[in-house]
């Protein structure tokens, strides 16, 4: 169950960033973390924290809870 929350989470953010038009790169660069932290995150083998989802949520200017609506 907590795999294919964190997978369909990362696919989200994944699409999030795309429609953003940022590449993992600039995403990370962003972030100020690495690129593959990224990659690891959006195939959901990463569980991220409060803090870098608030980080997320403010590169892809969004509100917090609008990041969350990967379940809808």
């Known amino acids: 169950m907590n795999t294919k929350i964190l997978s369909n989470f990362g696919a989200y953010i994944k699409k999030l960033r ?4 940022l590449s993992q790169e600039e995403f ?5 973390i690495h690129r593959t ?3 690891f995150i959006e195939r959901g083998q990463r569980n ?5 989802l608030f980080k997320i949520s403010r590169v892809l200017k969004l509100k917090l809870p ?3 609506e990967f379940d809808k």
């Open 37 to 39: 932290y990224v990659s």
């Open 66 to 68: 609008k990041i969350f």
């Open 48 to 52: 991220p924290s409060l803090l870098m």
């Open 18 to 21: 795309k429609e953003a038009g």
């Open 28 to 32: 990370a660069e962003k972030l100020n």
